[in-house]
Structure formats: structure tokens, C-alpha cells
């Protein structure tokens, strides 16, 4: 074989050689092609289809958009909205005429007959107190309608019940200041103080009375200053929460009533709401310690904020009944205004006139029943109208 073949098989092989090596390294640095199948769990999938959106983008020159897809945030809770003050009034009359049917038609009937004489008057007496009105109110309105017949001598029912009604609104007082949403402060929310015997429903009203405020488009804030019954302050929260009205309560059982009362007048500084709404825990009148404490909780409130208001919480079906305990509660925190429950349930109409004479305080509210929205503003005109329908 000459020199010169020899030289061209060895060439040819290191050119073999290289070839093959350069081959082999880069196939090596390759990674294999994963086949996609139905076993990928969700990131791959979602990997796969980020890939492919920035694939498009990167096709169309990045004008493609890229769909996100929103956060799911849960839904928040559905608050109840409270009936409209001026509603509830309706309601009133409609429940008032009827409970008091007997008493208004009672009346009528004895000033409508042909000969009034004592015996008769001494009966429209007694129909009065039935009521509830109080000896002195129904002396007066007894007094003033036997003037008033012996003058004008009409029996028409129409202008016996006009004259009736005149003399009624007398006795309720028309000209009392019946407000029930205190003046606004610039630097500080209003502060009402809630009050009552055990019984009377009281955590339940002041319940209803958020309704009434935050139906008046008010900020509230309740105090759960009844420390005592262990359900009343998840009673008072729950109904705040219906119409969004936050409570300051302790997590103590039995913790002082005056810090929480004092907390929740703080928080609601700090919160610039409207109002505060102070709950405490039912007390008889005659328990000396538990009045007391009342005191303490009112002037360690008033360290932080002046109270605007004393609500005291009374039953209708009491009757006189409910009159002691008025004024001891008057003398203890200064009363300033009556809530008036269970007023539907009862044709003692008449406990309106005697408390307010007995404690020279208006009633502000009245409960007509026991649904959330069963309490609203005390009108005397309509009250009287109610007594009287029928």
C-alpha cells in the first residue's frame, strides 16, 4: 500500500471520530421530551397552561391578555333592615283599638245616655281606674267632663267622644319633651343609660331600640354591662349583629359592670359613633346593694362622658304595681325617660298617664309586641285616638 493511501485512511478515521464525539455530546446535554398524560396533578396543569399563555403572547407580539382569575372572597353576612319608624305607628293604634275595645266603648256608652247622674259618674270613675289612670288623673277628667256635659248639655256620641278625647290628651301632655335620639355632640357620641326591674324584657328593648336608632340612620354601639346573667350579654350581642351594631362586653363572667359600661363608652369615642347604648343587669327596687351599684356604674361612666339619657324599662301589665319601682330607680340615676312594653297586651292605657305623673318623666317608647320591630315612639295624639276607636 503506498504512503499516500495510508495518509487518506487516517484522516478519514479522526474525521470519523470527531464526529461521532461531537454527536454524542450533544445529544447528552438534551433533555428527553416528557409526553403529557391525564396523571398530572393540578400545578402541572396549571404550569402547562401559564406555558402556553406566554407562548401566544410571545406569537402575537404580547398582545394577547392573560385571563386571571379572581380571589373568591365569602359572602358577607345579610343584615336585616330595620321597618321604618314612621311604620310602627299604624301598628299601634291598630293593636291599641284593639285591646282597649271594652275601655273606650265603656266610656262612650255611660257619657252617652239620656240622664247622667251620680251613680253613672261614679261608674265612668271607676272605668277610669280600671285603666290604670291613677286616683288623682281620673278625679280631674271625671271633674272636668261633668263641667263640661253640664254646660254644653250635648249626648251626641260624636261630640261626647270629642270631648273625651280633649280631656284625655290633657292628662297624657302633649307638651312633654318625648325625643328620643339625644343632641348630637361634636366631640363625643350621646350616652344612653338602660334600666329595670328583672323581667321586664329589658335586654330584649334595648335590642329593639338599636333597630329604632340605626332605622334613624344612626352609628350605635351597645355596653353589655349586665354581668351577672350569663346569657345577656350573647343575647345583646345577637341582636346587634342582625342590624350591624358591634357590643363591648367582658369574656369574665361576673366582671364589673362599671369597667365594661366605662370600655364601651371609650370604644365608642374612639369609634366616633353616634351613640352608645348602655345595658344593665334587672334589679329589684328594694335591694339596696344592687341600687348602689347602679350609682357606681352612672358616675364612673360619667368620668369619661356625660349620659344623656336614663331609660327605665317598664312593664304595662304591672300596672301601679310598677310605680314604686319607677321612682326608686328616679331617685338612684335620675330617670329621665319610660319605655313602656307589653302596652299592646293590655287595656290599662291608662298607666301612661300615672307614671308620668308620678315621676314627672315622659314615656318615650312603647312596645307593641314581641316582633324586633315592635317598639316605637310614643305619640300622645295617637294614643288617645287609639283608646278611643272602636
Known sequence: MSDSLTLTIIIVAVVAVVAIGVIAF?????????????????????????AQSTAEEATSGGDTAIAVEEPVFPAAPQLDVPEPVQGRLARLRARLTKSNNMFSK????????????????????????????????????????????????????ARVKAMLREELLKLVDPTLDRSYLPEPHADRPSIIMVVGVNGVGKTTTIGKMARVLVAEDKDVLLGAADTFRAAAAEQLATWGDRVGVPTVRSDIDGADPASVAFEAVSAGIDQEVDIVMIDTAGRLQNKVGLMDELGKIKRVVEKKAAIDEVLLVLDATTGQNGLQQAKV???????????????????????????????????????????????????PEDFVDALLEG
Open 106 to 157: 265603656g266610656l262612650l256608652a255611660l257619657l252617652s245616655q239620656d240622664t247622667i247622674d251620680e251613680d253613672v259618674w261614679e261608674e265612668i270613675e271607676e272605668n277610669l281606674l280600671m285603666a290604670d289612670l291613677g286616683t288623682e288623673p281620673a278625679l280631674e277628667l271625671v271633674d272636668a267632663l261633668r263641667e263640661r256635659v253640664k254646660i254644653e248639655g250635648s249626648k251626641a256620641p
Open 26 to 50: 450533544v445529544t447528552k446535554g438534551r433533555k428527553p421530551k416528557t409526553p403529557y398524560t391525564s396523571e398530572r396533578d393540578a400545578d402541572d396543569v396549571s404550569a402547562g397552561q401559564g
Open 329 to 379: 330607680f328616679s331617685e338612684v340615676v335620675n330617670v329621665s325617660g319610660i319605655v313602656l312594653t307589653k302596652l299592646d297586651g293590655t287595656a290599662k292605657g291608662g298607666i301612661v298617664v300615672a307614671i308620668q305623673r308620678q315621676l314627672g318623666v315622659p314615656v318615650k317608647l312603647v312596645g307593641l309586641g314581641e316582633g324586633p320591630d315592635d317598639l316605637a315612639p310614643f305619640n
